[in-house]
T-cell receptor
Framework: AQTVTQSQPEMSVQEAETVTLSCTYD???????LFWYKQPPSRQMILVIR??????QNATENRFSVNFQKAAKSFSLKISDSQLGDAAMYFC??????????????FGKGTKLTVNP | DSGVTQTPKHLITATGQRVTLRCSPR?????VYWYQQSLDQGLQFLIQ???????AKGNILERFSAQQFPDLHSELNLSSLELGDSALYFC???????????????FGSGTRLTVV
């Protein structure tokens, strides 16, 4: 079974600085999808960024980018120019490519990000 | 507003009771997923429906059941409630299985269940 590990329960960053959140996963599959979700105090789960395992190019979405290291099974999230609104729980998630089966996401336990003014 | 509507937002009930959580997926979405978020277990997949049919089951207790109706809304029924069932229950939806790979799910804002 796939597992996702986020080794940093909490992180903090100064406003306008850069922070990197770590995520590792365990799978025997060669093709899969990875996601980062943000959960602010409002509880809403918001998709931040996604990465297909077959793509070597790291995904970017504005100030958010990932460092995808397939061999190391690592998928870190970099937030540049951190803003107060980035403060939230961040969850890394894995999705199997199997069609016809479940499309469930396997989530890590999350990293709480604090942004200091 | 994500387009996925969950009701109620908060629910407080006593042990041994039964509750029903409701989810209306985003317009056009055929798949509905239920997740439980607790402090110790994190986000755990419970069950998935696609166009009215159960598609996959996760760590869902026998005391819990769900269904998806012809209008595509879904209900999660929790019975014989225990203190440990206190959690945030999320519903998510997607148009199709393929869309999950492309853009993930669209989540509702959750139902906070407190069992006392």
């Amino acid at each position: 079974a796939q597992t996702v590990t986020q080794s940093q329960p909490e992180m903090s960053v100064q406003e306008a600085e850069t922070v990197t959140l770590s995520c590792t996963y365990d799978t025997s599959e060669s093709d899969y999808y990875l996601f980062w979700y943000k959960q602010p105090p409002s509880r809403q789960m918001i998709l931040v960024i996604r990465q297909e395992a077959y793509k070597q190019q790291n995904a970017t979405e504005n100030r958010f980018s990932v460092n995808f290291q397939k061999a190391a099974k690592s998928f870190s999230l970099k937030i540049s120019d951190s803003q107060l609104g980035d403060a939230a729980m961040y969850f890394c998630a894995y999705r199997s490519p199997l069609l016809g089966g479940s499309e469930k996401l396997v989530f890590g336990k999350g990293t709480k990000l604090t942004v200091n003014p | 507003d994500s387009g996925v509507t969950q009701t109620p937002k908060h629910l407080i009930t006593a042990t041994g009771q039964r509750v029903t959580l409701r989810c209306s997926p985003r317009s056009g979405d055929l798949s509905v997923y239920w997740y439980q978020q607790s402090l110790d277990q994190g986000l755990q997949f419970l069950i998935q429906y696609y166009n009215g049919e159960e598609r996959a089951k996760g760590n869902i207790l026998e005391r819990f059941s769900a269904q998806q109706f012809p209008d595509l809304h879904s209900e999660l029924n929790l019975s014989s409630l225990e203190l440990g069932d206190s959690a945030l229950y999320f519903c998510a939806s997607s148009v199709s299985p393929e869309q999950v790979s492309q853009g993930g799910y669209t989540f509702g804002s959750g139902t906070r269940l407190t069992v006392v």
